[in-house]
């Protein structure tokens, strides 16, 4: 494949930008890559397992000549990030970035991308419990979407087809959305089911009457699905909850009221509903099938789970 | 291995009557199994695919001689199903159950049992998404947990071992727990989860600014989880909430307090209560995995999330 851009920076070397680099070097369609992370142990360690072409001790040396520069830190601190970079970035380079709200980064970055540099925002639906630099796998993209969603309605067209054709070369589907709309489709989607995971944990590991061991042992129940959520990364998850506060707030107002109406058909002992609530839902799952977005295979084909 | 019951009736031939028959026949300590379903339909696919030696057209006909019965149906019909069974018993055998519900299952099968039958309930901790008679598979139970639930203080002991070593014999750990603490740890570790499972993915289905095709293809980024729990079944699951109400009731209140708290933190923009709250749900997940109760592969192994 051409190449697509002769070299590329990522800021941040956690789950999403080690993979990105992994299915780079698969794809084959960039030159050169550079990279840096705040922490020195982080930078020690891509050195060591060959995340990377060039691991740089600063930012600032990282985004030297890039063509396209990838913010993949948390969303909280991006602004900070493109205030140090915006006077170092080449002239025609396009930064976009990773994060899982878009409106705030937005706001947050656009003011410190200087002009004619593109500013083109992204978001890849992709991920895994797991995080930091070893984390990542070139197939993680693979049959995912990205959106992109353009910072205004000037954005340069070219920048962002380029930026799309980037993505796909590292196996994912891509889309453009608005910036609102994202939000709030990753409100439903992602955000209220990672903070209900959450509580649900936090709930079940404070109950005095029963045991940590209890809710360890007994988990294949149900539990478990929800733990693996709720180890996402603490750091990554509180930004986006402050930051895409107003769509989570309105889902969880949602989701509260439905699970007020589900609690008093229990309190009442009225089956029907409960029946016909859980009947709905399942149409739900098989649309994630058929359109591929998750294995078939009971449990997610879990070890000892095969028919 | 040496025989543990010369017959065994199955009542009700869905996911775990199957794999139980599966199981049986891998471990060979069963003479002979019979089984019955009330749907014809059920029947018969269950001799098509060489499900139980015997299928029988009645429950009666299916206990006749049998050593241990195991009730496989709904919790809510599991007393009409004894009622009608109960005269047909063999003297000295051994009726259980595989219910998710403890308490109900005691009150409501209890009283049919005759004089001289041993009930000794249980549920194994075990399942997937997916139900019916082809449902199946031998290592459902594999290092997975049954409680054992004596129905009195008199419950006959050598009766309980005895079920334990068959439960033992189709792969799985045994423990023995009272009645009252199995629902709650159930309502904590299943129930809820389910509940809030089967809201979540009502919400997301819901919502008008949000079409389905939308959270069908982004679901990846979180929600695909909560799907896969919500697509259980719908019968099963309504007699747990109607029978479970009290437990369950208890542990919603708990976790819509603990919402509330962390929806009041966003609300507030107080990243620090949110970072600490999850970051102290990790451990949970580190302890299922050290427990071998899921598997330690990102994304639980998906296809194409190996590293």
Known sequence: MAQQYEKVALIGLGLI?????????????????SGYARSAETRAT??????????????????????????????????????????HLKPGATVSDVGSVKKAVIDSVGPHIPEGVHFVPAHPLAGTEQSGPTAGFAELFDNRWVLIVPSSDDTDDAAVIRLQAFWEGLGAFVERMDAEHHDLV?????HTPHLIAY?????????????DSEVIKYSAA???????????????????FLTNKEATLEILGRFTEELFALQRAIRKGDG?????????????????IEAGQDTAAPDFGRTGSKR
């Open 17 to 33: 930008a080690s993979s990105m680099f992994w299915a780079m070097k698969r794809a084959g369609t960039v030159g050169e890559v």
């Open 46 to 87: 891509a050195r060591e397992i060959g995340l990377c072409d060039t691991v740089c001790d600063s930012a600032i040396e990282a985004v030297k000549d890039a063509d396209l520069v990838v913010l993949c830190v948390p969303v909280g601190v991006m602004g900070a990030v493109a205030e140090e970079i915006g006077p």
């Open 186 to 190: 990753l409100a439903v989607t992602s």
């Open 199 to 211: 509580t649900m944990v936090g709930v079940a590991d404070d109950l005095r009457r029963v045991t």
């Open 222 to 240: 149900g539990f478990r699905d929800f733990t693996r959520i709720a180890a996402s990364d603490p750091t990554m998850w509180r930004d986006v």
């Open 272 to 288: 029907d509903h409960l029946h016909a609530y859980f009947t709905r839902t399942r149409a739900i799952r098989r649309g994630i």
